[in-house]
């Protein structure tokens, strides 16, 4: 088992800055830095409303990439902060995830 102290750390920047570079150009081009943090910060909303979130802890959860999808797009279409495709949003989670197994977040299964 893991130490507490021994928990990757996520980093809204650096993910920022992985996701940029993953997306592909045309999206590079159609979203901003705080687009991203807002998706970022809705799919920690997904985290939380799904009880995926437990600070400290190294326990493994499974994640429904469709169940977030359909949440971030539910997201979008009520706050009206981002205007993006489903595609776009899926590059986006994909980007995400990349950053997420990179730092040892996640794994692929």
């Known amino acids: 088992m893991k130490e507490i102290d021994d928990l990757p750390e996520f ?9 940029l570079k993953y997306i592909p150009q ?7 830095e705080d687009d ?12 939380e409303a799904n009880g995926l979130i437990e600070e400290n802890s190294t ?5 429904d990439e ?3 999808l359909l949440f971030v797009m539910k997201a979008i279409k009520k706050d009206k902060v981002v205007n993006l495709s489903e595609e776009e949003v899926q590059s986006l989670l994909e980007g995400e995830f ?3 197994k990179s730092i040892g977040i996640y794994n692929e299964e």
């Open 11 to 19: 980093d809204d920047d650096e993910a920022i800055a992985f996701i």
């Open 26 to 32: 045309e999206l590079k081009a159609k979203v901003t």
């Open 36 to 47: 991203i943090a807002y998706i970022l910060d809705v799919i920690y909303d997904f985290y």
């Open 59 to 63: 326990e493994e959860a499974s994640i």
């Open 66 to 68: 469709d169940d977030m």
């Open 98 to 100: 990349e950053y997420g």
